[in-house]
T-cell receptor
Framework: AQSVTQLGSHVSVSEGALVLLRCNYS??????LFWYVQYPNQGLQLLLK??????LVKGINGFEAEFKKSETSFHLTKPSAHMSDAAEYFC???????????FGTGTRLAVRP | NAGVTQTPKFRILKIGQSMTLQCTQD?????MYWYRQDPGMGLKLIYY???????DKGEVPNGYNVSRSTTEDFPLRLELAAPSQTSVYFC??????????FGDGTRLSIL
């Protein structure tokens, strides 16, 4: 069974600092990988997705993630945090197009002024 | 284009009551899903559907039922509400196994 692990349930950064949210997956085959963001009292929105075309994936709002097969990781980064980035972020894995998404437990990002 | 619409947004139920959470999408997606979200637990799949007339259990189906009579609608039914079903419920849809589009959720409290 595939799974996804997000290290750190809470991350706090200063405005303008680097954002790094960690995600590791376990899968016997190269999976499809996603990052979603959830703002308060809203549903999840897709930030970016990896579907084996390129290992560095750029998403919305300046976020990007790099697929590293050797490390089974798909960490999310943003060079400079904004106050508006404060939200909960979920990593998700899909083994194949006919499979179901498996979500990590989420990382809540706080941005300090 | 409304996307995925869930109603109601909030509801308080008494133990043993029943209710239906409504979900409709206007993107002509064939796949639809119901999740529950509890603090620190991520999202757990309750039921999903790959097309009208087809439904299947997810990770946590006990205490819930679904139906999919049309492409657009995927209601979730709670027959005998229990405190353990207090949660935030999200409906989502996708085209095949592609990226899922989520509604804004239904916050349900059972007292």
């Amino acid at each position: 069974a595939q799974s996804v692990t997000q290290l750190g349930s809470h991350v706090s950064v200063s405005e303008g600092a680097l954002v790094l949210l960690r995600c590791n997956y376990s899968s016997s085959v190269p999976p499809y990988l996603f990052w979603y963001v959830q703002y308060p009292n809203q549903g999840l929105q897709l930030l970016l997705k990896y579907t084996s075309a390129a290992t560095l994936v750029k998403g919305i709002n300046g976020f990007e993630a790099e697929f590293k097969k050797s490390e089974t990781s798909f960490h999310l980064t943003k060079p400079s945090a904004h106050m508006s980035d404060a939200a909960e972020y979920f990593c998700a894995v899909l083994k194949s197009s006919g499979d179901k998404l498996t979500f990590g437990t989420g990382t809540r990002l706080a941005v300090r002024p | 284009n409304a996307g995925v619409t869930q109603t109601p947004k909030f509801r308080i139920l008494k133990i043993g009551q029943s209710m239906t959470l409504q979900c409709t999408q206007d993107m002509n997606h064939n796949y639809m899903y119901w999740y529950r979200q509890d603090p620190g637990m991520g999202l757990k799949l309750i039921y999903y559907s790959v097309g009208a007339g087809i439904t299947d259990k997810g990770e946590v189906p006990n205490g819930y039922n679904v139906s999919r009579s049309t492409t657009e609608d995927f209601p979730l039914r709670l027959e005998l509400a229990a405190p353990s079903q207090t949660s935030v419920y999200f409906c989502a849809s996708s085209y095949g196994g592609g990226p899922q589009h989520f509604g804004d959720g239904t916050r349900l409290s059972i007292l």
